[in-house]
């Protein structure tokens, strides 16, 4: 990841603390605080909550971007350095994910419309999967980031398999959820993001073990 992206990242998280105190004045007194899963809201604040809330997300994401770009640093395996480089780029497209995330809801608040927030969130969702998935693709074994099952860590062509698998599922599902969110009822796109969730998670697991047994047969 280039020094540019580095820097910029820092700029980018304090964007929605920033962004909301440029729109303060226009922030109504009681504010949406939590969604359910068909975008309604169900719990409301104070202004002084959401300027907490942002604070602390914007702290939370400095700290998770910290962790995942040097978690590297501390892994035991080998050829933990060599995933140096896309650590640092999904730490960054998480943390471009949550402000971007921060920002739309501030924008929507403060405009007294909160209609788009779920569809906005979950478009956004399947981006940072593909962009998980383009990064996972040659990820090498390690203790914090992939798919880290006692079976892929124990051997390195199963972990290889596994998230070359992982990687292009991850990827194009990523994109196709992100294309169709457009289309689909805000009623119906918080189950069908978890049932998405779902499938790009277990697919994977059940062929890194199908790997795993058939390893196991052709040595016994």
């Known amino acids: 990841m280039n020094m540019f992206l580095r820097r910029i990242i ?13 729109l303060w004045k226009q922030i109504p007194p009681s504010v949406p605080m939590h969604f359910d899963l068909k975008g309604n809201v169900d719990s409301y604040g104070t202004k002084r909550d959401l300027l907490i809330l942002i604070l602390s997300l914007t702290a939370l994401n400095a700290i998770m971007y910290l ?25 960054f497209g998480v943390s471009l994910y ?7 809801l501030i924008y929507e608040i403060a405009h007294n419309d909160v209609s788009m927030t779920m569809k906005f969130v979950f478009v956004a969702m399947g981006l940072l999967f593909a962009l998980l998935g383009n990064n996972m693709y040659n990820i090498k074994p390690n203790y914090f980031a992939g798919l880290r099952l006692p079976w892929t860590l124990e051997n390195e ?31 119906l796109i918080g189950y069908i993001a978890i049932s998405m969730l779902t499938v790009l998670i277990i697919i994977p697991i059940f062929y890194s073990y199908n790997i795993y047994k058939e390893s196991k047969k052709s040595e016994a």
């Open 10 to 22: 820092w700029l980018i998280m304090l964007v929605p603390a920033i962004y909301l105190a440029i």
């Open 67 to 91: 962790v995942v770009s040097n978690i590297y640093k501390i892994d035991p395996r080998k050829n933990a350095a060599q995933n140096k480089d896309r650590l640092k780029r999904i730490a």
């Open 157 to 187: 062509d199963n972990w290889r398999r596994t998230h070359h698998l992982a990687g292009r599922l991850w990827f194009f599902g990523g994109l196709i959820f992100a294309v169709i969110t457009f289309f689909i009822n805000n009623n």
């Open 98 to 104: 949550l402000s971007a995330i921060w920002i739309m």
